[in-house]
């Protein structure tokens, strides 16, 4: 009998290509598209924001950024690098720009006096010199915006002039006048109620900084106010040649020319103006912190300071840690979880608290050392040298003595016990197996933590500051440096973070050398630790 299957009709065709293009898309997908959106709208910003400011270097690296991140992310060829990326960007940011910078700095006079550019050191200098023109009337004036752009709208003799910074004062017709002789409708312009300039402190600051010129002639002054309500005339004492590159006083017929080397405006007795501007020095600074009396016999100080406070902080509080872990690594001794946890409780606590407490406590009037220890005395902890430099080993001893007696149990306890037991058994005593067997395995797990120990120690700027700020200062040095100032506390005094003078320059150049310092003293030491190893 002939079969009877039935034929069932083929399915219609499926446009594979639009699945297939579809595929994959889901929250994943949109979750990616959104946090696209805010890296390229957060990208654009910086780079709109590089534009306004003309940081050539900042706008092309955005660009570029922007453009590898978008087409990684938006195609399949590069998914390791879709991972890898974040943590590049990260380190381009926050080390290599952050390195560079510094030495780039450290090539350049910037600090105080040496911040702006030439053309902003030229308006800075001219608006510091200025002086009310004798004779020069009060105006009744109004602060008027237009499209955002603060300007002064004044009246002279019943006529409304009004102008903003880069526009000079110019009649304004059919504008309105009160009973008090004031301006309250400016056509053109929208006048700004003095309510809201007294309540807006950010509004107060600009318009006591804004100058109107009085006409395009820069040498008839400007419209200056102190209490935007009133204006007067104000020219500046000095006038700028851009020809000649220099500053003239006409009160006084002092000339300052531009010199482009130190970026200052220099007179022929050797008088500058406050306001310099930025320039490249090449190694000056280098050779400043080296030639200059100001610095260098400081500096040295410091320097040699640093050193010794590293390397007896490393190795004091090694052997501290070392010697109470071998006594309580000991199964004899009773209790030892709890002396354990009693001798690291100085490492739970912040150090920079743990300072500003030993700093009450040394307080040479009323502190507990001198009161319990010396029946109130008045000995000086932190005012003397000596004293400061020794109490500052004693504290930070104190402070890190934990961190080693911890590592040292642990690097006991990890010791081969095949090698103790067998040394016993020829013969060795306690301290011969210490020397030619403990030691040396404790020093291969423990040398390059020491290494990094000797690294922290050196720039440790907390326990100095919180502690002594550096002090007592060295009378001989008009800089401020002090006698427990390490380099990195020396490099943040110079650099003027405290409202004194700012050397960027210097303190740039001063942690180059600190950085060069501990990387070479850190591969010398790897490189000897090595030797360990064959051991």
Not at 374 to 381: S, T, V
Not at 466 to 473: C, D, I, K, N, S
């Amino acid at each position: 009998m002939p079969s009877t299957a039935v034929e069932t009709p083929p399915a219609p065709a499926q446009d594979t290509s639009l699945a297939r293009r579809w595929q994959g898309l889901g929250w994943g997908f949109l979750g990616k598209l959104g946090l696209m959106m805010l890296v390229n709208a957060f990208g654009l910003a910086t780079i709109f924001s590089a534009l306004n400011a003309k940081a050539w270097g900042i706008l092309i690296a955005m660009v570029v950024l922007l453009v590898l991140a978008d087409i990684i992310y938006f195609t399949k060829r590069f998914v390791p690098l879709k991972y890898i990326f974040p943590g590049l960007v990260f380190l381009l940011v926050f080390q290599v720009f952050t390195m560079a910078y510094t030495g780039y700095v450290a090539f350049t006079n910037y600090g105080t006096g040496h911040n702006l550019t030439q053309q902003q050191a030229i308006d800075a200098n001219l608006i510091q010199n200025e002086k009310k023109v004798d004779g020069s009337p009060t105006y009744p004036l109004t602060i008027i915006r237009d499209r955002g752009e603060l300007g002064f709208a004044i009246v002279d003799d019943g006529v409304v002039k009004a102008g903003t910074a880069d526009v000079p004062l110019q009649e304004v017709p059919d504008a309105v006048v009160d009973g008090s002789g004031r301006a309250t409708k400016v056509p053109g312009f929208d006048v700004v109620p003095v309510s809201e300039v007294y309540s807006d402190q950010t509004l107060q600051k600009q318009v006591v900084v804004l100058r109107v010129p009085v006409s395009a002639d820069s040498t008839e002054g400007s419209i200056r106010t102190q209490d935007a309500v009133n204006g007067a005339v104000y020219r500046s004492v000095l006038v700028w040649s851009e020809e000649l590159q220099t500053m003239t006083n006409v009160d006084t017929g002092v000339v300052y020319v531009a010199d482009p080397n130190t970026g200052s405006f220099v007179a022929d007795d050797g008088t500058t103006l406050p306001v310099g501007w930025r320039v490249v020095v090449g190694f000056q600074n280098f050779t400043k912190a080296l030639t200059d009396p100001n610095y260098a016999v400081p500096l040295l100080k410091v320097t040699a300071w640093t050193f010794a406070f590293a390397i007896l902080t490393v190795l004091s509080s090694f052997f501290v840690g070392l010697i109470l872990a071998i006594i309580f690594n000991d199964d004899r001794i009773r209790g030892r979880k709890v002396w354990r946890t009693l001798f690291i409780l100085p490492y739970a606590f912040p150090a920079f608290m743990s300072a500003l407490l030993w700093k009450g406590m040394l307080n040479r009037q009323f502190g507990i050392i001198n009161e319990w220890f010396f029946h109130g005395a008045n000995i000086p902890w932190l005012q003397d040298p000596w004293l400061a430099r020794f109490s500052v080993l004693a504290v930070n001893l104190w402070l890190s003595y934990p961190y080693w007696f911890l590592v040292c149990t642990g690097a006991l306890q990890a010791l081969p016990k095949e090698t103790m037991e067998a040394s016993r058994i020829d013969g060795a005593g306690a301290s011969r197996q210490f020397r030619s067997i403990t030691l040396p395995l404790l020093l291969i797990s423990t040398a390059p933590l020491a290494i990094a120990s000797f690294a922290f120690n050196f720039n440790n700027f907390t326990i100095i500051w919180m502690l002594t700020e550096g002090g007592p200062a060295m009378p001989e040095s008009n800089t401020g440096l002090g006698y427990t100032d390490l380099l990195i506390s020396a490099i943040y005094r110079i650099s003027g973070v405290q409202g004194g003078k700012a050397d960027y320059g210097l303190a740039s150049a001063l942690s180059i050398l600190v950085f060069i310092v501990v990387g070479v003293v850190s591969a010398i030491a790897f490189r000897q630790t090595r030797k360990l190893e064959e051991f």
